[in-house]
T-cell receptor, first 116, second 116 residues
Framework: AQKVTQAQTEISVVEKEDVTLDCVYE???????LFWYKQPPSGELVFLIRRNSFDEQNEISGRYSWNFQKSTSSFNFTITASQVVDSAVYFC?????????????FGQGTELSVKP | DADVTQTPRNRITKTGKRIMLECSQT?????MYWYRQDPGLGLRLIYY???????NKGEISDGYSVSRQAQAKFSLSLESAIPNQTALYFC???????????????FGPGTRLLVL
């Protein structure tokens, strides 16, 4: 069975702090995809990144970076120099390569609060 | 204009009523999905459709039905609404599997449904 665990339910930081959101997944697939989505207070879901299981290179996009480690089944997300606009719920999700219906398995989400 | 739209954005209904949530997309995607979000549970898949003639049940389809009227339109119906169907509902779309991997799902803005 596939499962995604985001153990941190809520995180609160002060602006300019770095913060890491943890994501641990379980799958029997040898090839799979991992995603991060952001849900700001307005409620929409914004796609942030997709990572293939055969590509373990870390990725950086501005203040965002992602650390993918197959050995520990983790796909962690770091925000450097956090800003108030980063306050949102962040979801990690998993999808099998052979589609399995194309469904995304979501973690429970981590609510990040960045205070000024 | 938004690529994935949902109507209505908010809806209040009474137990036993039939309601329909609609989703339209201009992304030209073949695949469409309906998810519901409940606090602390992330998003769970209700139904998904690979094309107009292909509709499949997701994780939590009981109490729901869907209709794929066209490639761009996918509707979710609650035949007889009950209070535990109160949730935030999302429609999502993704491109046809091309052999290069799982396409990213893009989400609509969501519909907040309250069943009294």
């Amino acid at each position: 069975a596939q499962k995604v665990t985001q153990a941190q339910t809520e995180i609160s930081v002060v602006e300019k702090e770095d913060v890491t959101l943890d994501c641990v997944y379980e799958t029997r697939d040898t090839t799979y995809y991992l995603f991060w989505y952001k849900q700001p207070p307005s409620g929409e879901l914004v796609f942030l990144i997709r990572r293939n299981s055969f590509d373990e290179q870390n990725e950086i996009s501005g203040r965002y970076s992602w650390n993918f480690q197959k050995s520990t089944s983790s796909f962690n997300f770091t925000i450097t120099a956090s800003q108030v606009v980063d306050s949102a719920v962040y979801f990690c999700a998993l999808s099998g390569y052979y589609n399995q219906g194309g469904k995304l398995i979501f973690g429970q989400g981590t609510e990040l609060s960045v205070k000024p | 204009d938004a690529d994935v739209t949902q109507t209505p954005r908010n809806r209040i209904t009474k137990t036993g009523k039939r309601i329909m949530l609609e989703c339209s997309q201009t992304k030209g995607h073949d695949r469409m999905y309906w998810y519901r979000q409940d606090p602390g549970l992330g998003l769970r898949l209700i139904y998904y459709s690979f094309d107009v003639k292909d509709i499949n049940k997701g994780e939590i389809s009981d109490g729901y039905s869907v209709s794929r009227q066209a490639q761009a339109k996918f509707s979710l119906s609650l035949e007889s609404a009950i209070p535990n169907q109160t949730a935030l509902y999302f429609c999502a779309t993704s491109g046809l599997y091309s052999g290069t991997g799982q396409e990213t799902q893009y989400f609509g803005p969501g519909t907040r449904l309250l069943v009294l």
